[in-house]
């Protein structure tokens, strides 16, 4: 018997192709975009597999700069090297920020306009919403972690407690449970 040949997974066609995926990827977002990539990268183009993109997003939330820029300069180099990152993370920040250039000239002249500040409180609970979302569809992914689903969830309720409840600040917390997570990966993985 024969085993099935490997399917070739879905890749941007061109540079071009990049730059105006993650254009368009970066106008679905505001206040954050890391479920909708997610969603797009995974499931609609398929251009990364749930592990490949749960590994790729921790490295980008490593590296400084914002997670999503991180991650779609990696893309983009995967498939094209330098130029790709180049056009991915073109396609991430022009048109983005010719928006929130424009966002702040309106902003600055009626950010004080009760509708205004009711509509960004409005999508910062969308924006949470998402990335609720996002974390619930990823969960599964974990069962193939080296550490374990349960210490996982431990870990995941750990930085709840320090930020959420005790207010630690964030690298603080994210520097000692990942501290922690990363040996724990280390010693798995090492046996």
Known sequence: MNPDPVVPRPQPASVRDLFISFTLLALQGFGGVQAIVQMELVERKRWLSREEFIEDWAVAQIMPGPNVVNLSMMIGNRYFGLAGAMAALAGMLTIPLLIILLLALVYAQFGDHPGVTGALRGMSAVTAGLIIASGLRLFPALKSNPVGLTICVLLCALCFVGVALLHLP??????????????????????
Do not use: D
Request: proline share 0%; net charge positive.
């Open 170 to 191: 964030l690298a603080y917390v994210l520097l000692g449970l990942g501290s922690i997570a990363c040996t724990l990966a280390y010693q798995r993985l090492g046996k």
